[in-house]
């Protein structure tokens, strides 16, 4: 599975017997809170898409390192973290490298 969202992708990833999906985001846009909205409502529409046709595929949304500092690490990112049960990969854009995966 593998979509090209504009500046922003959807791809899957297998490997042994965890399989992925990762929604990445990359928070370009004028505003955070848009940004934001955009990203939850794609990781909502994959998670509900996922649940119907690849149960056990783990949905993921990767977000810049500045994004997640800015947005995700505050109260109200943490919240809706929790709320939406969200999984995040942190990736340093620059370096192009992860630097963080949450559970």
Do not use: C, N
Not at 50 to 65: N, S
């Amino acid at each position: 599975m593998y979509a090209d969202l504009g500046a922003e992708k959807l791809f899957a990833a297998a490997k042994a017997s965890r399989k992925i999906v990762v929604e990445v985001k990359s928070f370009s846009g004028p505003s955070e809170v848009t940004d934001l909205q955009e990203a939850l409502g794609a990781y909502g529409m994959y998670r509900h898409i996922l649940a119907d046709t690849h149960p056990g595929w783990e949905l993921y949304l990767a977000v810049p390192q500045d994004a997640y500092y800015s947005v995700f690490s505050e109260p109200l990112g943490q919240l809706i973290i929790t709320r939406e049960s969200l999984r995040l990969l942190i990736f340093d854009q620059i370096a192009e490298v992860l630097v963080q995966w949450s559970p």
